[in-house]
């Protein structure tokens, strides 16, 4: 078995554990701060794809065309460097151009033919209206409602209220980071992205969901004893899930680094960038808050109720009158290791100086 399995069955067990619970404050603080550069990215404001916005698509197909001279031409056309131009691919470029510029499909189609030396009939044109935009981006956000509201109702009926705050506030938290990290990076928002939003918070719930069913398994019937609190039942259901959030995390990083960093990066498809950037840091935020957001803010959530409440009570009653009975076991066994030392040294005492000590030899000849 290797280390990290081995680990893991120590967790399951409860041989090893992480006070994820018991620390919350320190994961508050952190997702605070966090959750604060994102809000610093937001006011400055999210760079809107023309799909939200308006605006015009060239998809210029010439083999050897490279994005610097697409850039160039398209610069010479609006007299300014708004567009936006990426690599699709298959020798062809894409060009973006928002509705704020006023220049007509027919006049840029000729601009590229002239300036890049190809003929019209390879080069694309879509023009998308601002009112178009708006309407994807109403539905976008009532889908995004329409998704957080079925997430709330299921949580609420399979579990409780609290489990179902608690993982709403888990996916508002990854969706602020996500949405954050897009605005301090700079990238674009299309479609693309707002698929990868619902994707993550899928992901993100799924993972709490696994965290929460087994919290729930360890918590049934709890206030029936009194060795254990309902948040170290809690955190020893995190961490019994812990390796598998873990495990599930990194295979599912892997793909869409490829996506990021190599096919974006290195291969220079920019047009991955907009899905795999909202994957890669929802992902990365999702398994967070479902270990360090999600649970600890259900375990306080419980912790505030009369039956947990007294449940907190009666554990620490049993742990002080155990440490009290312990601490008098030690001090009868320091005792009677006293009696016997005692009696030990008045035995020796008694031996030396008995009748027959005179007789003894004093060892001088």
Same mark, same amino acid.
């Given at each position: 078995?290797?280390?990290?399995?081995?680990? +893991?069955?120590?967790?399951?067990?409860?041989? %090893?554990?992480?006070?994820?619970?018991?620390?919350?404050?320190?994961?508050?603080?952190?997702?605070?701060?966090?959750?604060?550069? *994102?809000?610093?990215?937001? $006011?400055?404001?999210?760079?809107? /794809?023309?799909?939200?916005?308006?605006?015009?698509?060239?998809?210029?197909?010439?083999?050897?065309?490279?994005?610097?001279?697409?850039?160039?031409?398209?610069?010479?056309?609006?007299?300014?460097?708004?567009?936006?131009?990426?690599?699709?691919?298959?020798?062809?470029?894409?060009?973006?151009?928002?509705?704020?510029?006023?220049?007509?499909?027919?006049?840029?189609?000729? /601009?590229?033919?002239?300036?890049?030396? %190809? !003929?019209?009939?390879?080069?694309?044109?879509?023009?998308?209206?601002?009112?178009?935009?708006?309407?994807?981006?109403?539905?976008?956000?009532?889908?995004?409602?329409?998704?957080?509201?079925? %997430?709330? &109702?299921?949580?609420?009926?399979?579990?409780?209220?609290?489990?179902?705050?608690?993982?709403?506030?888990?996916?508002?938290?990854?969706?602020?980071?996500?949405? @954050?990290?897009?605005?301090?990076? +700079?990238?674009?928002?299309?479609?693309?992205?707002?698929?990868?939003?619902?994707?993550?918070?899928?992901?993100?719930?799924?993972?709490?969901?696994?965290?929460?069913?087994?919290?729930?398994?360890?918590?049934?019937?709890?206030?029936?004893?009194?060795?254990?609190?309902?948040?170290?039942? *809690?955190?020893?259901?995190?961490?019994?899930?812990?390796?598998?959030?873990?495990?599930?995390?990194?295979?599912?990083?892997?793909?869409?680094? $490829?996506?990021?960093?190599? +096919?974006?990066?290195?291969?220079?498809?920019?047009?991955?960038?907009?899905?795999?950037?909202?994957?890669?840091?929802?992902?990365?935020? @999702?398994?967070?808050?479902?270990?360090? &957001?999600?649970?600890?803010?259900?375990? !306080?959530?419980?912790?505030?109720?009369?039956?947990?409440? *007294?449940?907190?009570?009666?554990?620490?009653?049993?742990?002080?009158?155990?440490?009290?009975?312990?601490?008098?076991?030690?001090?009868? +066994?320091?005792?009677?290791?006293?009696?016997?030392?005692? @009696?030990?040294?008045?035995?020796?005492?008694?031996?030396?100086?008995?009748?027959?000590?005179?007789?003894?030899?004093?060892?001088?000849?």
């Amino acid at each position: 078995m290797s280390r990290f399995g081995n680990l +893991g069955h120590r967790l399951y067990q409860g041989e %090893v554990s992480f006070d994820f619970v018991g620390r919350r404050k320190l994961w508050y603080s952190i997702s605070g701060v966090i959750v604060l550069l *994102a809000a610093v990215g937001l $006011a400055m404001g999210l760079h809107l /794809g023309i799909e939200f916005k308006g605006g015009s698509v060239y998809t210029v197909t010439k083999p050897g065309l490279t994005v610097s001279q697409a850039q160039d031409s398209a610069n010479k056309i609006t007299h300014d460097s708004t567009a936006l131009v990426q690599q699709t691919g298959n020798g062809q470029v894409r060009i973006q151009v928002s509705s704020e510029e006023k220049v007509p499909a027919s006049t840029f189609i000729e /601009g590229l033919s002239k300036d890049l030396n %190809v !003929q019209t009939k390879d080069i694309d044109a879509q023009v998308i209206g601002p009112s178009w935009g708006h309407e994807i981006s109403q539905k976008a956000l009532l889908g995004l409602v329409i998704f957080m509201v079925l %997430v709330t &109702v299921y949580l609420a009926v399979a579990f409780e209220w609290r489990m179902a705050v608690a993982a709403l506030v888990a996916l508002i938290h990854d969706l602020l980071i996500t949405i @954050g990290v897009y605005a301090l990076v +700079g990238f674009e928002v299309t479609p693309g992205t707002v698929i990868g939003f619902l994707t993550i918070l899928g992901y993100s719930l799924y993972d709490t969901v696994v965290v929460f069913d087994t919290v729930k398994e360890n918590t049934r019937g709890i206030t029936k004893q009194n060795k254990q609190t309902f948040s170290e039942a *809690a955190n020893h259901g995190l961490n019994q899930t812990l390796v598998r959030s873990i495990n599930t995390t990194v295979v599912a990083l892997l793909p869409v680094s $490829a996506l990021l960093f190599i +096919g974006g990066g290195l291969l220079g498809a920019g047009t991955l960038n907009d899905i795999s950037l909202a994957l890669f840091i929802g992902l990365a935020a @999702g398994a967070y808050s479902s270990i360090c &957001v999600a649970t600890p803010l259900y375990a !306080q959530l419980k912790e505030q109720t009369p039956q947990m409440r *007294a449940l907190t009570k009666k554990v620490l009653a049993r742990r002080a009158a155990d440490a009290k009975a312990e601490a008098a076991a030690d001090d009868a +066994g320091e005792a009677v290791e006293d009696e016997i030392t005692a @009696g030990m040294v008045g035995q020796r005492s008694q031996s030396a100086s008995g009748p027959n000590a005179k007789d003894r030899p004093s060892g001088k000849h």
